[in-house]
């Protein structure tokens, strides 16, 4: 064991389960201060502290091994230990849905409402699906309109994750029907998934049917864009009258939203939206607000898919969250797009370091130099890699 890292090992158990395995593992470093100092006393490889009982509880939690939590649990590690970005064994039982463990968990006191950079466990539940596990949340008094700056509200989650089951549940626990984040209310996305039955609902909620989504359209607008002209009968009869729309009839929104002139106008305000959102990524990404960049950065690319900077920038602001998969999704369309770009191979490099491929890394990084041989950050970037004497 010793030549393998200790901590893999301990991981490894209480992500499949094996508890007995666990046990003996945790016992070879016991000095009888406690599950929490024995867990101390596990090195990696390199000889550093690696795990602590709450990334165990996490990891347990996961693989949804009950045993396991309660071990650990009664071991006396806290249940509402939670990773760098907040994120609790409650948000992930809530989105795993394992309903046992939501329940003993919130025995243990956990706070309903706990929120991590990616929302509350109910936000985990209504983005997953997860309708038990939802409703033990509500039932538990999970206040149906918190999010964090970056999720979804509940139930615009559960929408635009096509989780329709869980509408229900939370407008009748008192969801706002006009709650969202970036501009996505719920009637803005069932309109542009043309759920009529969704929207139905919402109206009889109370969901204000002129609100307008990041780029100026109501719902009514979004239905009749999309082609869906039964959603466009069903708010006509509630939506205010649009100004600069001749003929307010639903057949009057459908021509209007189709014509030629509104399309040239969808076409300039597009080109405003791409530059304003490439603005605002910036800003965000120099006020370190990296999920809003991403946000602005995600709508300016919806406009223009081959747009090499606002992919690079994105990239950049995955591996600034440690996201080295999503990053270097990013940096290889930028360099399918522009192969003689270096950029695009630092970005990739950069997404291979934080993935732990140092190989791929190194590799990403003299294809970079070779096209930029004075490129100090790609210098700079190769011999920090570099596998090799």
Sequence with gaps: ??????????????????????????????????????????????????????????????GGNMNTIEYLLGKGTDPETSDTKGYMPLHAAAEKGYTEIVTKLLSKGVNVNAISEIGTPLVMAANFGQLEALQILLDHNANPNFSSGCSFTPLAGSIVSGYLQCVEPLLEAGANPDGGSYGETPLIAAAEDGLTQIIKRLIQAGANPDITNNDGFTPIEIAALYGYYDVVEILFPVTSRIPGYIDWSVGGVIAHVQSDQAKKQRELKAKEKFHVAKLSGTDAFNKKDYYKAIYCYSKANEIDLNDVIILSNRSMCWARMNEGAKALVDATACIVLRPYWPKGYYRAGVAHSLLKRYNKAEKAFLAGLELSPNSQELKDAYRFNSTTP
């Design 1 to 62: 064991m010793e030549s393998r890292s200790a901590d893999a090992d301990i991981i490894s158990a209480t992500t499949n389960g094996e508890l007995n395995r666990l046990k003996k593992l945790l016992a070879k470093y016991d000095d009888g201060r406690g599950l929490a100092n024995t867990v101390k006393n596990v090195k990696n490889v390199n000889g550093a502290g690696a795990i602590h009982c709450g990334s165990l509880l996490l990891q347990a939690t996961l």
